[in-house]
């Protein structure tokens, strides 16, 4: 072996060593942040039934550093629920009722399904009486009163033109098919014309894609979030609808971060989550509805969806989220998916949950801003 050969030996010998002691530093730190991290067992797996009353469980206990003085922490209370509080009543066909905040109501996997096998030709329905009507480039917009507000139709476009700086990738049937937009002036018009109950702050249909909503503080992030399911849920086939922690993850991503519209509850459930509370990722990904689940919970299972699909997003530049989303739909694990999507180290759930829970309280993988 001449002096060549082994001055190369030499070398990739030194490299593959101080990668080596660099990769032990690494995990080594991520190791010892770890260890602080409390997470909860999935409050969800139980199948559901009819029961007398609604089960509660109890939330995870979040990681909260002890107060100056040795007062132990209190975890926030919870806001009582107001009559107006997000809820979900199941009716006939895929029809919704969209409520206010703190609550957001779930997609079942029957709603998805339906939205692929309405893509066919159509025509626009009729105004209702004491409505004007106004077709915009994506959009059906129908308002109560005598004409369709500059400002309405307006809105509703940017507010597409800010989704689809995501999700253009995932609905390209936007350029020619459009969305109902049914937007009323009081709860009191919106009730008698959708026949909804008067806790109601919307209803959505995502297979006739027709989002009925009516003036509030709320309905645009209404309108945001409900668009996000239309959009993004019609990307998976009837056979294989979209994960719920990803339909809804992208749902609030989208509400708070193009929707200007951020839940109330999510800061809050953000810091718990940055404390040590939370699920594991592989029962969070496995969570089919959210029957029998208190309303901590639930509130802390979408803070989480959102937070692990932000992270996603915000990963790696280019077309990875869309990669991993695409081999979801093709009926791929998830951790197969991640791995094609995101490459070394994220072959597995564990892997995607250390590197989360470590960007979490650090910003150091994805850059988000803290």
Not at 43 to 50: D, T
Not at 306 to 326: D, E, P, T
Request: aromatic letters at 12%; proline letters at 7%.
């Amino acid at each position: 072996m001449d002096i060549l050969s082994k001055l190369r030996i030499l070398f990739w010998g030194l490299v593959i060593g101080i990668w080596g002691l660099f990769m032990y530093q690494y995990m080594n730190e991520d190791m010892s942040i770890l260890k602080r991290f409390t997470i909860g067992k999935n409050p969800f797996s139980a199948k559901a039934g009819p029961r007398p009353a609604l089960k509660r469980y109890p939330i995870p206990a979040p990681f909260i550093q002890p107060q100056p003085g040795g007062a132990a922490p209190q975890r926030p209370a919870s806001p009582a629920q107001p009559e107006s509080s997000l809820g979900l009543i199941r009716n006939e066909g895929d029809i919704k009722d969209i409520v206010s905040t703190p609550l957001i109501p779930e997609h079942s996997a029957d709603e998805k399904t339906v939205i692929a096998k309405a893509m066919g030709e159509e025509s626009y329905p009729k105004a209702p009486g004491g409505f004007a009507m106004k077709v915009t480039e994506h959009f059906v917009v129908y308002e109560e009163g005598p004409e369709v507000s500059q400002e309405l139709y307006e809105t509703m476009e940017s507010l597409h033109g800010n989704i689809m700086l995501d999700l253009v990738a995932f609905s390209p049937w936007t350029r020619d098919k459009k969305v109902y937009i049914y937007y009323l002036q009081t709860g009191e018009s919106f009730r008698r014309l959708t026949g909804r109950p008067a806790w109601s702050g919307g209803t959505a249909s995502l297979s006739e894609r027709k989002i009925y909503v009516y003036k509030s503080d709320e309905a645009f992030g209404i309108l945001a979030h409900e668009l996000t399911h239309i959009y993004f849920d019609s990307f998976f086939p009837a056979s294989n609808p979209s994960p719920l922690w990803l339909s809804e993850g992208i749902a609030t991503y989208i509400q708070s971060e193009r929707g200007f519209s951020t839940p109330n509850w999510l800061a809050q459930n953000l810091k718990l989550l940055e404390g040590g509370s939370g699920f594991k990722l592989a029962d969070l990904v496995r969570i089919e509805n959210m029957h029998g689940a208190d309303e901590d919970n639930v509130r802390l299972w979408y803070a989480q969806s959102y937070s692990v699909v932000r992270f996603l997003m915000k990963l790696k530049a280019g077309n990875a989220f869309y990669i991993f989303c695409k081999s979801l739909r093709e009926g791929k694990p998830a951790h197969q998916a991640l791995f094609q999507a995101y490459g070394v180290p994220y072959n597995k759930l564990i892997s995607l949950e250390y590197a989360w829970r470590y960007d979490l309280k650090t910003g150091k993988i994805s850059g988000v801003n803290r």
